[in-house]
């Protein structure tokens, strides 16, 4: 079945304590993304990337990294947490280096940072 | 700067009352504009994208239009099972990102 997944789906943490999300998708797409979902504030894309070991910054970048070493994978890692980055995220994946395919979304990570 | 917004926040409808679903933006040379459906607790589920003003594509009870400054997207006759949040996005010729607008919540009424 065509998906993209994400780990953990639930994840309470503290504040200062690096933690990772991973996501990966069987469709062999190019382009994929993560956003962050907040009340009032809707999507938000935090870093996006075209292929592989090519990625940038979208709207809301500051607080994560990502890397992009293989075309199925693209973790999300907070190094430092803050409760300002509890959110639910959702990472998606599309077939076009440019993502100008419809995205496949996740079914998202709620993280609560304490 | 990239913007979306969507209007109204919430809709509520009854079952068979037709209605519009408005998203309006603001982007430096429009690449494409999408519609996405979101059900509690889950990710978005795409429904259309449209490239150019004058575009529409349709898809059971749904109908997406695109001016040069808004979309539409009609529900002609909704059905509960439409009940869910609608999302906008565009995505700019001067990249690669993507905007999503807040959503407009929809509620239909048996």
């Known amino acids: 079945e065509a998906q993209v997944t994400q780990n953990p789906r639930y994840l309470i943490t503290v504040t200062g304590k690096k933690l990772t999300v991973t996501c990966s998708q069987n469709?062999?797409?190019?382009?994929m993304s993560w956003y962050r979902q907040d009340p009032g504030l809707g999507l938000r894309q935090i870093y996006y990337?075209?292929?592989?070991?090519?990625?940038d910054k979208g709207d809301v970048p500051e607080g994560y990294k990502v890397s992009r070493k293989e075309k199925r994978n693209f973790p999300l890692i907070l190094e430092s947490p803050s409760p300002n980055q509890t959110s639910l995220y959702f990472c998606a994946s599309s077939l076009g280096s440019g993502g100008l395919n419809e995205q496949f979304f996740g079914p998202g990570t709620r993280l609560t940072v304490l | 700067e990239d913007q979306v917004t969507q209007s109204p926040e919430a809709l509520r409808l009854q079952e068979g009352e037709s209605s519009s679903l408005n998203c309006s933006y603001t982007?430096?040379?429009?690449?494409?504009l999408f519609w996405y459906r979101q059900d509690p607790g889950k990710g978005p589920e795409f429904l259309f994208t449209l490239y150019s003003a004058g575009e529409e594509k349709e898809k059971e009870r749904l109908k997406a239009t695109l001016t040069k400054k808004e979309s539409f997207l009609h529900i002609t006759a909704p059905k509960p099972e439409d009940s869910a949040t609608y999302l906008c996005a565009v995505q700019a010729h001067t990249g690669n990102q993507f905007y999503f607008g807040t959503g407009t919540s929809l509620t239909v009424i048996p």
């Open positions: 982007v430096s040379g429009l690449r494409g």
């Open positions: 469709m062999n797409h190019e382009y």
């Open positions: 990337s075209m292929n592989v070991e090519v990625t």
